[in-house]
């Protein structure tokens, strides 16, 4: 692991153009970041039939951005219902103490 605010430079290919990315993030997570959204990209490029790599990067971005959007949906929706249940233990233990 690098040391806090130390910047790894990685190397990667997104779309067929090389890119060096700095991070502080393990080289190993940064590849799999450009990994994913060089396929989004592809994906996007090959369902939508758009020509111009910039177009393909914004659809791919929308889509990267729809799944976040879920992923926080269901994330928030589960930590309701957790909250919840909580909620109903504690009041259930609370009574059987009375």
Do not use: W
Not at 2 to 17: C, D, H, L, W
Not at 48 to 72: G, N
Request: net charge negative; with cysteine; proline share 1%.
């Amino acid at each position: 692991m690098s040391e806090q605010g130390e910047k790894n430079a990685v190397r990667v290919e997104i779309f067929g153009e090389e890119y060096t990315l700095r991070s502080e993030a393990e080289e190993a997570y940064t590849r799999a970041c450009a990994e994913y959204v060089d396929e989004a990209i592809r994906d996007a490029h090959l369902q939508s039939h758009v020509s111009e790599p910039h177009r393909a990067a914004i659809l791919a971005a929308l889509e990267i951005t729809d799944q976040l959007f879920r992923a926080r949906q269901t994330t928030d929706e589960r930590d309701r219902r957790v909250a919840g249940s909580l909620d109903a233990l504690r009041k259930r233990v609370e009574e059987a103490l009375d």
